[in-house]
């Protein structure tokens, strides 16, 4: 089944019909939607900064930070899937929400490179620059991601 | 932030203040970014000196989220009016019995610059009551 397909599927599955037909369903996705944000990529580019400016407790603020951002990747997944299933069809045309689905990949892809290169380092000392990188594509990838969420009304 | 409040800040920890100024500007960029989800969104795309209104019945009515719409005659084509989210035109006393097919309605808003035939309501009249969609 081609992805168009999926997103009709899941536009006339009882998903989609409860998020176009409830009244509050869609609302309360969308508001929940924001605090998801704000946890994410909010805990994410405070572990981000840090790293960039070579701080000595980034470690610390990487175990404070990921039980937040994990919170908040939750809570997006989910009333993501019901604003997704409202207009999914539409979405698949829109340029914003394409674009933002990249970045998201590339923010995920990014958690796994800089788990599995710098994981185990980052609880003995401090971090070699290599992690500064990874820091630079997480904030790049998220704060594009929000952004480009927010631009999917107005294209 | 006070001067007092600003000099203290930098007198007691003066090697974490560019953190902190960090923090508060992406404090502040989450908070801009949630008032905005929850502002309206989309009437720059409509032409307001363009401004008119259609009376006549509901052709078609679609009460979904995140915008209800409906379909009507006017000036010989079918045109579909942009309404308000369910939740907002529930509060205002307009509920989907009220615009069933078939009822006169007269809805004033503006035409879309990008679709033609679409228009984004600003009140509608029904029944002889308006209601405020924006």
């Known amino acids: ?155 | 932030m006070t001067p007092t409040g600003h000099r203290r800040l930098r007198d007691t920890s003066a090697r974490t203040l560019p953190a902190r100024r960090i923090g508060a500007a992406i404090l502040a960029a989450t908070v801009l970014t949630g008032g905005a989800a929850l502002a309206h969104h989309g009437w720059g795309s409509y032409d307001t000196a363009k401004a008119f209104t259609m009376t006549g019945p509901v052709a078609h009515l679609e009460w979904a989220n995140p915008h209800a719409h409906l379909m009507m005659q006017h000036e010989g084509a079918t045109w579909e009016a942009t309404l308000a989210p369910l939740s907002r035109m529930e509060a205002r006393g307009l509920s989907a019995d009220r615009l069933k097919a078939g009822t006169t309605v007269s809805v004033y808003g503006y035409p879309s610059t990008r679709t033609p035939n679409e228009m984004r309501a600003e009140r509608i009249t029904v029944d002889g009551k308006t209601v405020e969609l924006r």
């Open chain 1, 1 to 155: 089944m081609d992805i168009l397909a999926l997103a009709a599927a899941l536009e006339g599955s009882a998903l989609g019909v409860a998020a176009r037909s409830s009244v509050w369903l869609y609302p309360i996705a969308n508001i929940c939607h924001v605090l998801g944000a704000a946890l994410l990529v909010g805990a994410s580019a405070t572990f981000d900064i840090a790293v960039l400016r070579r701080e000595r407790a980034a470690g610390w603020v990487l175990r404070a930070g990921i039980p937040v951002a994990a919170v908040g990747l939750v809570i997006q997944l989910a009333s993501g899937l019901v604003l997704f299933a409202a207009e999914a069809g539409p979405l698949t045309r829109n340029p914003a929400f394409l674009a933002k689905l990249a970045f998201i990949a590339a923010g995920l892809f990014n958690i796994l490179a800089f788990h599995g290169l710098f994981g185990r380092t980052i609880r003995q000392g401090p971090l070699p620059s290599g992690a500064r990188i990874t820091a630079a594509l997480s904030l790049l990838a998220w704060t594009a991601a929000l952004l480009l969420g927010r631009t999917i009304a107005y294209v």
